[in-house]
């Protein structure tokens, strides 16, 4: 089992022409973004502009949820959708996909390729969760509050937009406990079975 607290000051923040991004995690560690020589990419972006156009990633798919504002969002000859906080759209990333906003959002990105599948849920802890993880990576984002994440054994303080990975080989126990009202997102990658 692997576990990695990614605090604030472990985040790469890179600016784009519409705002600025912040990625928290990649795998491979070593791979590069701009290469697209990675399996999966999981990062925030705050878009400051009205109109904004998706970098293309042909090999991946991508999960796109709103943290704060307004989106639609548009796959050219294929749909739009209308994204409000904490709503979802799963995509290819080969396709040519433009956003419009009226105001500042931040949004959540998980980009994966074809060896994996993602799941991107959307968490508000009362008092407690549990699940148990087995052979996947599980990622919790803390969006708002504070939070104890038990590991098995371990355990780790997450802070607002600091990120909690998990790579669990064997089954292990995941405990989230809520110092105050807390929302977290929680995305699972798990290789394909081929």
């Known amino acids: 089992m692997d576990i990695k607290k990614i605090s604030k000051i472990n985040i790469i923040q ?3 022409s519409g705002g600025s991004s912040r990625q928290y995690y990649i795998y491979p560690e070593f791979s590069n973004f701009i290469d ?3 399996d999966f ?17 042909p090999n991946h798919e991508r999960i796109l949820m709103i943290i704060e504002g307004e989106m639609k969002i548009s796959h050219k000859g294929f749909y739009e959708k209308e994204l409000k906080q904490f709503d979802q759209d799963q995509f290819l990333g080969k396709l040519t996909t433009t956003a ?12 994966f390729s074809e060896k994996y599948n ?9 008092l407690f969760e549990e699940f148990e993880v087995y052979n996947q990576w599980l990622f919790i984002y ?15 303080h997450l802070e607002e937009l600091e990120m909690l990975m998990v790579k669990a080989d064997d089954k292990v126990m995941i405990k989230l406990k809520n110092y105050s009202s807390s929302e977290c ?5 798990k290789k394909t079975e081929i």
């Not at 419009?100 to 980009?111: L, M």
């Not at 993602?118 to 009362?126: E, G, N, P, S, V």
């Not at 803390?142 to 355990?155: A, F, I, N, Q, T």
């Not at 997102?185 to 990658?189: E, F, K, L, R």
């Open 118 to 126: 993602a799941i991107c849920k959307y968490l508000t802890i009362d």
């Open 14 to 16: 890179t600016d784009w």
């Open 142 to 156: 803390l969006v708002k509050g504070d939070l104890s994440v038990e590991v098995g054994e371990e355990s780790f």
């Open 100 to 111: 419009s906003s009226k105001g500042v959002v931040v949004d959540f990105n998980v980009i």
């Open 41 to 57: 990419r999981i990062s925030s972006a705050l878009v400051e502009v009205k109109e904004s156009v998706f970098t293309n990633f």
């Open 185 to 189: 997102i929680v995305t699972q990658i």
């Open 36 to 38: 697209e020589d990675f």
